[in-house]
């Protein structure tokens, strides 16, 4: 029955309502971990927050969220119920600019602890740590500062103590910032890091406790997208248990160069198989499902993928990398830019999975010869050309683009190890940042000081205007911030270092990466099936290899010295391990590519050269006859002329002592078989194949697996994931951009190391692998 007076049917009504609002249930609960609490939602996001942060949580309707800024209402930015887009855009609208400048900045290599002297030392309450007490799980005194004074986010992790410290330093670092602004989260990231061993400054964070897969070029030897992605979905879980929420991977570079350094941390030198292995591995990274998935495939378990290198530092000149001044310039003497766009925008643009495109792109250093149509000819960092005209608008690509590392640094010398500002040089470190967002860039690797981004800032707001350069860099704020959203970081950044200590490195995860380095073997020669060797009663003779003296990736020298390449007590798990040639059965002789320089020696200088020399795959001793007359590309401020030719100029390989120790071995063996075990970065001139009846090609993995292909407990089935050249002329005749168009070696046996060659226990392969890629 109605009620007879309206005034109190509105009182019953609101009194209702009232009684509804007061009697929600409260969908949520707390809990206390160490350093931090997590609060549990049924049929919402769980939330982890630091006390000692000040933030608190807000409630509505039942649930809870976080006050990021402490304002005591629930922004957009703050409420986990809206899509990643309206709350990036929300919380990029709110931002000043020293926290946008900051957003920017992408930090250089940390070390966790830091290390008090050499490469990335830092201190604690200004002392090391040793003297100062300080847990290994602390902040340093540099990392404090790139995070409270210049607003950083973007922490580049490489070697960490252990996994259970990592995730301290994780709560650590969270916690830190939590109570800063707006309570941005550190977004946390690692160049490659399942490697067997670290040798660079883009995998210095490899080894340690956690999974062992092989390089890139390995895993490309494997021809299996499905292993790859599953490297991607096993890498990426144990990545966010570190507190590592983005990859500087994969690199997709078309390898079309044969003596480029990086080769080994390409999917080789086909661009089908490059394609579809990249696409693979950043939908194994990016994907979660289940109950980690938040939305279109983004959540709990995703690693954003920044795909590298746009638009491919693979087509160096004479093989030369552009980490150094005499390697600035890639060239396409065959006019084929587009072989070295496809891994990128048939692959990392057209995912697979839900996420439909990787996350983030890193341009490489080089400037891209001739491919600008106006003729401007600067690093890809700085090019309007690259970034905007083709990546942006062509291709159509709107997520994160961040500068490799210390490109607008200055460059002291053709040879120093510093500042990479290729085409740029005479720009000032302020003018670099400026050129380089006006391309399109929206951050800058290796800078923790936002001091020049902003005076950056102050150059746009002259020559666009404030209204349109407040538009241009909240764009890259919304771009930067979604990868946070999309991982979950807002809500809950923080990790349990017991669960960490489990899970990295778990013996299914590292079952799986000791497999795919079984599998990424490739068996070149098997004379009179000579494997596999079953007989743990053989005698084997494993003889000693000198170590030659090499100036590492950051020009530090190495002392020579002899030593078994492998451990004897492992191989006498296989055999019996015995002294001599002459007691042997058979001989296991384990050597490395050659290795003959960077194509750049100060002692050609000195002597009147223009200090370019080759870089030969062959061990025996070389001279450039075949190579170019004219460079393609050349010229810098430091240089007073433009021809990098090195023709007629000579070369020895450090470790031609390996070719003379496989030919040595076989004079000493006689009949009796000799195995060599060939670890390859890129590919070589196989001059010792005559004195060798097999021949296994690791791309990157331990020594044991080889001992399992060896003994017949595992079979050969890897394939060569690029050409192995016939000679140095073919290498030198080929051309830079275009892939595959070397003549290969051919064998004693009559077989041809070509792209996809490889062998089994019953002779050449020829599978689906064989007949879809090659």
Known sequence: MKPKNHSIAIWAIGLAMTY??????????????????????????????????????????????????????????????????????????QLSEEEIAGLMLYSAHQQIPAQSSGYGASTYNGKTLEESGAKPSDLSDEQKAFLKDDNLRAVLITKVQSPEVAAQWNNNVQAYVEGMGHGIPANNSSDPRHETTANAEYNYGAGGEISQWPTSLGLAATFSPELVK??????????????????????VDLASEPRWTRFTGTFGGDPDLTTDLGRAYIDGFQTSDGEAEIADGWGYESVVAMTKHWPSGGPEEGGRDAHYNYGKYAVYPGNNLADH??????????????????????????????????GKNVGNNFSKYILTDLLREKYHFDGIVCTDWMVTADNKAIDSFDGKCWGVEELSVVQRHYEALKAGVDQFGGNNDMKPVLAAFALGVKEFGQQAWDKRIRASARRLLLPMFRT??????????????????????MKEGYDAQVK??????????????????????????????????????????????????????????????????????????????????????????????????????????????????????????????????????????????????????????????????????????????????????????????????AEPSGLLPCQFPKDMKTVEEQKEDVPRDMIPYVDSEGHTYDFAYGMNWKGVIQDERVQKYK
Not at 32 to 43: A, D, L, W
Not at 342 to 368: C, H, N, R, W
Not at 640 to 655: I, L, M, P, Q, W
Request: some cysteine; aromatic content about 10%.
């Open 20 to 93: 509804s609002a007061c009697t929600t249930p409260q969908k949520w609960s707390e809990e206390s971990k160490e350093g931090y609490v997590r609060v549990t939602q049924k049929g919402g996001a769980t939330l982890g927050y630091a006390p000692s942060s000040g933030v608190k949580l807000i409630e509505d309707d039942g649930y809870v969220f976080k006050d990021l800024n402490r304002n005591g209402k629930l922004d957009k930015y703050e409420d986990w119920r809206l899509g990643f887009e309206e709350r990036a855009i929300d919380l990029a609208s």
């Open 230 to 251: 599953r490297f991607g979905q096993i890498a990426s879980k144990e990545y966010r248990a570190l507190g590592i929420t983005t990859a500087l991977s994969p690199q």
């Open 341 to 374: 766009l496809q891994p990128f925008v048939e692959g990392a643009f057209k995912l697979d999975g839900p996420t439909k495109t990787t996350g983030a792109i890193m341009p490489y250093y080089t400037i891209s010869y001739g491919i600008d149509p106006s």
């Open 488 to 509: 979950g970081l807002f809500e809950n950044p923080y990790l349990d270092p017991a669960e960490t200590k489990k899970l990295v490195g778990n013996q299914d995860f």
């Open 520 to 713: 990424s073997l490739v068996m070149l020669k098997n004379k009179h099936h000579v494997l596999p060797l079953k007989n743990q009663q053989l005698k084997v003779y494993v003889p000693k290899r000198y170590f030659p003296p090499v100036a590492d990736f950051f020009g530090n020298k190495t002392k020579d010295y002899w030593d078994y390449p492998v451990s004897l007590e492992l191989v006498s798990h296989y055999y019996q391990v015995v002294d001599s040639p002459s007691e042997a059965d058979f001989a296991l002789v384990f050597i490395q590519g050659p290795m003959s320089g960077t194509g750049y020696d100060a002692a050609d200088v000195k002597k009147g050269g223009n200090g370019y020399v080759p870089i030969s795959l062959q061990y025996n001793d070389y001279v450039a006859s075949a190579a170019r007359a004219e460079s393609v590309a050349g010229g810098d401020a430091k240089e007073d002329f433009t021809n990098r030719s090195y023709r007629g100029k000579s070369v020895k390989t450090a470790n031609k002592s390996d070719l003379l120790l496989v030919e040595a071995t076989k004079q000493k063996m006689g009949a009796k078989p000799v195995i060599v075990v060939l670890a390859a970065t890129r590919p070589v001139i196989v001059e010792f194949e005559k004195s060798a009846d097999a021949i296994l090609v690791s791309f990157g993995t331990s020594n044991q697996p080889v001992l399992d292909i060896v003994s017949g407990k």
